[in-house]
């Protein structure tokens, strides 16, 4: 999380300076397709969107919850949002070679610690490059892995918000005790709709919605900038 901790410890410190500066699957009761088929024709129909908006959940070993939404295209452009229960945000709107990053108060004074004088939230973005960014530092690249691993086999049938879907649970050799159980549509597309993970030290619960959704992505404006021009980071 290195650079966007010296984003957070730079925006921490202008406050305290003051400067304001494919194809239709059948009913999964006549279904043959195996697991591995259905996930990866599921995976296949997923890679082919161009927009898709995906909300994650989790719970750590600490009982602490998170949460994070990424409405995305999959490619280069998108909003991200992740929160936790201590009250830190970072949200991040990226259009392909542009990152925009706006992290709170609480996420300041838990990164930066640095605890700036006013009491005020913080509601500024910051400019920076997207190739900046780096695995970690907590943003998106937009994209998510739709690719198989581990062993799967076929489950209930099950319900995910209204949609008819078929339950594949997946387990996987190099995570002990952990299992992920793939929610896939049986009606219309093929859609993944929802991942639990139950593992030893957390569980997550991931859910796609909004497919092919018009996708609206717009940069702040320049008066809601940031100027961390001469402050070290």
């Known amino acids: 999380m290195g650079r966007i901790v010296a984003v957070a410890t730079a925006v921490a410190a202008c406050l305290t300076l003051g400067v304001t500066a494919t194809g239709c699957s ?38 602490e919850r998170s949460t994070s939404v990424l409405v995305t295209d999959l490619k280069s452009t998108c909003t991200f949002r992740s929160s936790s229960e201590s ?25 930066a610690g640095l605890e700036a004088p006013s009491a005020a939230e913080q509601d500024r973005w910051v400019k920076m490059p997207s190739s900046d960014s780096a695995p970690g530092d907590g943003l998106s690249d937009c994209t998510w892995p739709f690719a198989a691993f581990g ?17 594949l649970v997946v387990t996987d050799e190099e995570d002990q005790g952990g299992t992920y159980t793939f929610h896939v549509a049986t009606e219309g597309r093929p859609y993944l709709l929802k991942v639990d993970y139950k593992g030893t030290d957390f569980r997550t ?15 702040p404006d320049d008066d809601e900038l940031l100027d961390l021009s001469g402050i070290g980071g």
């Open 26 to 63: 059948n009913d999964e009761a006549s279904d043959e397709r195996s697991a591995d088929q259905l996930l990866e024709d599921a995976y296949e129909t997923m890679k082919s969107l161009t927009s898709v908006t995906i909300d994650t959940k989790t719970t750590g070993a600490s009982k």
């Open 87 to 111: 009250g830190a945000t970072l949200e991040q709107i990226r259009i392909e070679e542009t990152d925009y990053i706006r992290p709170n108060r609480a996420y300041l004074d838990q990164w």
């Open 151 to 167: 062993k799967a086999e076929k489950g209930e049938p099950a319900e995910v918000d209204g949609r008819q879907a078929v339950a």
């Open 205 to 219: 619960t991931t859910t796609f919605s909004a497919f092919e959704k018009p996708l609206k992505v717009e940069a």
